[in-house]
């Protein structure tokens, strides 16, 4: 099946400068219908009115961490229970790893990634484009 790329995509960071680089490279890889939240609260009230094709997240953030907000939509939300959801984080520790995909993560990127990375990672869960 063709990847839409024109579905939702939401990008969750508290770094302006990151959600900009994540939004550019979104674009070049041809997808344009992106939203942005500046913490997994934010982030939990945007799915709550919107629903998203992808959820890309950045991990530590406050006062809702990437992973609480990971855990919160999959807990509480039929329509997110299934929804391809990227991890970002600096930090590559095992036990990060291991805690986002017992919290039902999709895939997981380490920064600093390129588009090439942000690509492949999403291939992985949507599927080829």
């Given amino acids: 099946m063709a990847v839409d790329k024109n579905m939702k995509i ?6 302006k400068t990151m959600l900009r680089i994540i939004s550019n490279l979104l674009k070049q890889l041809g997808f344009s ?6 913490d997994g609260s934010e982030a939990f009230g945007k799915v709550k009115q919107e629903t998203y094709g992808l959820i890309i997240s950045d991990w530590n953030m406050e006062p809702m961490t990437g992973l609480d907000f990971l855990k919160k939509i999959r807990e509480s939300d039929d329509v997110y229970k299934d929804t391809p959801f990227i991890m970002i984080t600096a930090e590559s520790k095992t036990e990060n790893v291991i805690a986002a995909k017992q919290a ?3 895939n997981y990127i380490v920064k600093p990634f390129n588009a090439e990375t942000l690509k492949n ?4 869960v949507l599927g080829s484009f």
Avoid at 10 to 15: A, G, M, T
Avoid at 121 to 124: H, I, L, Q, T, Y
Wanted: proline share 0%; hydrophobic share 55%; no cysteine.
């Fill in 33 to 38: 219908n992106v939203d942005e939240a500046a």
């Fill in 121 to 124: 990672k999403m291939v992985a």
């Fill in 10 to 15: 939401l990008i969750v960071d508290d770094y």
């Fill in 104 to 106: 039902g993560v999709n």
